[in-house]
């Protein structure tokens, strides 16, 4: 029987979202060639910074398309923030931080608050192809205030899931802390229950359909792919979820996707 389980839980792991390790994890060694990773990021902050974006919510392809849920393309994402960098030579110039919440590496059912740049960021991409969100302008100031508050890291839950139920305290992923933060901002709140209960209200989660048999043996595979916050339906935040709540409610100034060959739109 414990041979069978096995068997089941590696079955998951090989088709099942490709969960186990989702992509939302700071990077060692560049997936892709590091002189690559470095132009395509410079390309994304010099794109960002002509369009006067002060902040954005940029996401990044940690695993192949074909390994994942229909409708989820990016794995992991964070905000983007135009600032004032030192270099190692104590020289200073403009560019963006990013600001993330990743998995620990030593235990993925926790995270941590990370900042780091975005040559960093892609460094974990399997592609280099990137989601971007640019706020309204008002929100983008709304969203420095925040960010630059205590709020932002209160608003952190280091207990992780793949499959974070937004609308729940419960476990947290990169695109829930996200989106938290971006209701906080909306909503001049800090307060995680009126949060939680503007995301129940206004937010419709991304639908992830996963079988009962997968479902049950989720966390045999990985404890990080626990679905216990959820109800009979499995429903998560992603950058195309999140997209289309900052789109309905005309939060966004643009919303396109980025590859090495050119801008498409969604």
């Not at 990016?74 to 983007?80: A, E, I, K, R, V």
Request: aromatic fraction near 10%.
């Amino acid at each position: 029987m414990k041979r069978f389980i096995r068997f089941l839980a590696a079955a998951l792991i090989a088709t099942a979202p490709a969960f186990a390790n989702a992509g939302s994890s700071a990077a060692g060694k560049s997936v892709q060639p590091a002189a690559e990773v470095a132009a395509f990021a410079n390309r994304v902050q010099q794109d960002l910074a002509s369009r006067g974006a002060n902040v954005a919510i940029v996401a990044r392809m940690g695993r192949d398309p074909a390994q994942m849920p229909d409708g989820i393309l990016y794995t992991h994402l964070g905000f983007w923030v135009y600032s004032t960098i030192t270099n190692a030579d104590g020289s200073t110039g403009k560019g963006y931080r990013v600001y993330n919440l990743y998995q620990q590496a030593g235990d993925r059912t926790r995270s941590d608050l990370v900042q780091d740049s975005p040559a960093d960021f892609f460094a974990g991409a399997q592609r280099l192809d990137a989601g971007i969100i640019i706020p309204a302008a008002k929100l983008q100031r709304k969203l420095l205030s925040v960010i630059n508050s205590p709020t932002y890291a209160a608003l952190h839950n280091p207990n992780y899931s793949v499959l974070a139920n937004p609308r729940s305290s419960q476990f947290q992923n990169c695109t829930e802390h996200t989106l938290d933060v971006l209701v906080a901002a909306i909503y001049d709140t800090s307060d995680i229950t009126q949060i939680k209960a503007n995301i129940t209200a206004y937010f419709q989660p991304q639908i992830v359909e996963v079988g009962g048999m997968k479902r049950a043996l989720a966390t045999v595979a990985s404890a990080a792919l626990t679905t216990q916050d959820h109800g009979p339906v499995i429903g998560t935040a992603t950058f195309g979820s999140v997209s289309r709540f900052m789109t309905r409610y005309n939060l966004t100034q643009d919303v396109y996707r980025m590859t090495p060959t050119g801008i498409t739109r969604f």
